[in-house]
């Protein structure tokens, strides 16, 4: 059974770097396509990017030049880095498997989520 | 890229059924059968239900089902239950290769 537990700080003031890393225990790291998804408090899902094992990404147009994802295959490790945060920013961050999957069969699984606050 | 257009809320009786749907544009919904509903209750992560507009992940009850027609995709359920309360997103593939999700319709079982 996969799991993934993320960590990173969750009170950021305006103007500073988001840093969240994400871990997968129990299963092929190599096996699945990761994404960042977001959720401001009371709002909807916001797909943020997505990444492969071999670092292959992409990303949300509207934030592409903010955001960055990234994989460590050593430590079985994604990462997301948000550059110039604001108070917009404040959300539940999560990372997930999918929305795009290799084979015929998708599994879902998803970390347990993170609020990330931003103020000042 | 624009979020998918979904209703803001429904609602519906224990027992009956219910479509919920999600508008996209011929750029994501209507391009690709690449389209994805969640199921999320308060406080929790997201949960898959349906993939690939007509897919059940294992586990997942027949009671929920998808289609899609040109530009919008439809998740019913059957046999609504009061467990079925939650927030549904519709999430699709764009043509520029990335992901976009629907606003969210919060159901209601009365």
């Known amino acids: 059974q996969v799991q993934l537990q993320q960590w990173g700080a969750g009170l950021l003031k305006p103007s500073e770097t988001l840093s969240l890393t994400c871990a997968v225990y129990g299963g092929s790291f190599s096996g699945f396509y990761w994404s960042w998804v977001r959720q401001p408090p009371g709002k909807g899902l916001e797909w943020l990017g997505e990444i492969n094992h071999s670092g292959s990404s992409r990303y949300n147009p509207s934030l592409k030049s903010r955001v960055t994802i990234s994989v460590d295959t050593s430590k079985n490790q994604l990462s997301l880095q948000m550059s110039s945060v604001t108070a917009a920013d404040t959300a539940v961050y999560y990372c997930a498997t999918g929305p795009r999957y290799y084979g015929s069969v998708r599994e879902d699984y998803w970390g347990q989520g993170t609020l990330v606050t931003v103020s000042s | 890229?624009?979020?998918?257009?979904?209703?803001?809320?429904?609602?519906?009786?224990?027992?009956?059924?219910?479509?919920?749907?999600?508008?996209?544009?011929?750029?994501?919904?209507?391009?690709?059968?690449?389209?994805?509903?969640?199921?999320q209750q308060p406080g929790k992560a997201p949960k898959l239900i349906i993939y690939d507009v007509t897919k059940r992940p294992s586990g997942?009850?027949?009671?929920?089902?998808?289609?899609?027609?040109?530009?919008?995709?439809?998740?019913?359920?059957?046999?609504?239950?009061?467990?079925?309360?939650?927030?549904y997103y519709?999430?699709?593939?764009?043509?520029?290769?990335?992901?976009?999700?629907?606003?969210?319709t919060e159901l209601t079982v009365l």
Do not use: H
């Not at chain 2, 519906?12 to 509903?37: E, M």
């Not at chain 2, 519709?90 to 969210?104: A, E, K, L, P």
């Open chain 2, 1 to 39: 890229q624009s979020a998918l257009t979904q209703p803001a809320s429904m609602s519906g009786s224990p027992g009956q059924s219910i479509t919920i749907s999600c508008t996209g544009t011929s750029s994501d919904v209507g391009g690709y059968n690449y389209v994805s509903w969640y199921q």
């Open chain 2, 60 to 87: 997942v009850s027949n009671r929920f089902s998808g289609s899609k027609s040109g530009n919008t995709a439809s998740l019913t359920i059957s046999g609504l239950q009061t467990e079925d309360e939650a927030d």
């Open chain 2, 90 to 104: 519709c999430n699709s593939y764009t043509t520029t290769s990335t992901w976009v999700f629907g606003g969210g």
